[in-house]
């Protein structure tokens, strides 16, 4: 069993970093393929960056490409999203995941972290 929890979130202007954290518990953290997902009201979820079991292969959302980038510390079991150059419409609920399958698919996913909310004022 893993638990994902998020840290990081809060209240800051267009143009200002936030880095989002994920801590994982148990051993298989290296074996799951980690993604950070978002949601805003009356949207469906997103993916928002991928990273594989190995760190080794990374995958974005267009819209945040050279704006975010996600990594992952297997000595912490931990899974960050350094976010750049904030936007209003990044304005969301951030939550982390694990999967075993790359593809990520919702409804299939492995684990859910409870989210972390992020206000981008303009």
């Known amino acids: 069993q893993v638990q994902l929890v998020e840290s990081g979130g809060g209240l800051v202007q267009a143009g200002d970093s936030l880095r989002l954290s994920c801590k994982a518990s148990?051993?298989?953290?290296?074996?799951?393929?980690m993604a950070w997902f978002r949601q805003t009201p009356g949207k469906d979820r997103e993916s928002v960056a991928k990273?594989?079991?190995?760190?080794?292969?990374?995958e974005y959302l267009e819209t945040v490409k050279g704006r975010f980038t996600i990594s992952r510390d297997f000595a912490k079991d931990t899974v960050y999203l350094q976010m750049n150059s904030l936007k209003p419409e990044d304005t969301a609920v951030y939550y982390c995941?694990?999967?075993?399958?790359?593809?990520?698919?919702?409804?299939?996913?492995?684990?859910w972290g409870k989210g972390t909310l992020v206000i981008v004022s303009s």
């Open positions: 995941a694990a999967d075993r399958n790359i593809a990520f698919v919702q409804s299939r996913i492995d684990y």
């Open positions: 148990g051993t298989s953290f290296s074996k799951h393929h």
């Open positions: 990273i594989n079991w190995s760190g080794e292969i990374t």
